[in-house]
């Protein structure tokens, strides 16, 4: 009896060794990349060659808060004109405005933007901006307003889509931020 009693006692204590023992170093710690709020997003319009700057904004402070987001619209687009794109991402919940648009650069080979032509919008976009990979990331973008006419134009940033894609429609992921505008070609 007295066997067993010490037999158990040392598979005890063995046990308790083993399990406190500090090997911490084997836990895998996975960092979090957080999703940035964002509150505003501006595409700036410039013309080749120049010509009358066209600007579209959209600013929602409270996110899915009751608020409407205020959306604005410098201007129309001049048929025949090619503009360059740039597109500026932020969150004016900060004091100053932090700039998201650097980590969605920084992160390139994990966001998208994608331009949505709607009704009879006559523009093209192309891509200006690259991931590491050489995939579009979307930034920056080239626009031709074809013809007069009228519609609207949308601006999604998708995280973590399928590269390469056809488009918005298969490219999977998650959307961080989707804006449509109303457009006018003169």
Same mark, same amino acid.
């Not at 192309?126 to 009228?150: C, H, I, K, W």
């Given at each position: 009896?007295?066997?067993?009693?010490?037999?158990?006692? /040392?598979?005890?204590?063995?046990?308790?060794?083993?399990?406190?023992?500090?090997?911490?170093?084997? /836990?895998?710690?996975?960092?979090?990349?957080?999703?940035?709020? /964002?509150?505003?997003?501006?595409?700036?319009?410039?013309?080749?060659?120049?010509?009358?700057?066209?600007?579209?904004?959209?600013?929602?402070?409270?996110?899915?808060?009751?608020?409407?987001?205020?959306?604005?619209?410098?201007?129309?687009?001049?048929?025949?004109?090619?503009?360059?794109?740039?597109?500026?991402?932020?969150?004016?919940?900060? &004091?100053?405005?932090?700039?998201?648009?650097?980590?969605?650069?920084?992160?390139?080979?994990?966001?998208?933007?994608?331009?949505?032509?709607?009704?009879?919008? *006559?523009?093209?976009?192309?891509?200006?901006?690259?991931?590491?990979?050489?995939?579009?990331?979307?930034?920056?973008?080239?626009?031709?307003?074809?013809?007069?006419?009228?519609?609207?134009?949308?601006?999604?940033?998708?995280?973590?889509?399928?590269?390469?894609?056809?488009?918005?429609? &298969?490219?999977?992921?998650?959307? *961080? /931020?989707?804006?449509?505008?109303?457009?006018?070609?003169?």
């Amino acid at each position: 009896m007295k066997k067993i009693q010490i037999l158990a006692a /040392i598979l005890f204590t063995s046990l308790l060794t083993v399990s406190c023992s500090d090997d911490d170093d084997a /836990i895998a710690i996975v960092p979090v990349n957080e999703e940035e709020l /964002i509150t505003t997003i501006n595409v700036t319009l410039t013309p080749v060659g120049g010509g009358t700057v066209v600007e579209y904004s959209s600013q929602d402070l409270d996110g899915d808060g009751p608020n409407l987001p205020t959306v604005t619209v410098s201007g129309n687009l001049t048929a025949g004109t090619t503009y360059n794109g740039t597109i500026e991402l932020l969150n004016e919940t900060e &004091d100053p405005a932090e700039v998201i648009t650097e980590e969605v650069e920084e992160e390139s080979v994990e966001h998208q933007f994608f331009y949505t032509v709607g009704g009879n919008l *006559d523009i093209s976009t192309t891509y200006t901006s690259f991931d590491t990979d050489g995939n579009p990331l979307g930034t920056t973008f080239d626009l031709e307003a074809l013809t007069a006419s009228a519609g609207t134009l949308t601006f999604t940033l998708r995280h973590e889509p399928t590269k390469p894609n056809t488009g918005a429609s &298969d490219a999977g992921g998650e959307t *961080d /931020i989707e804006v449509t505008f109303d457009v006018t070609v003169e």
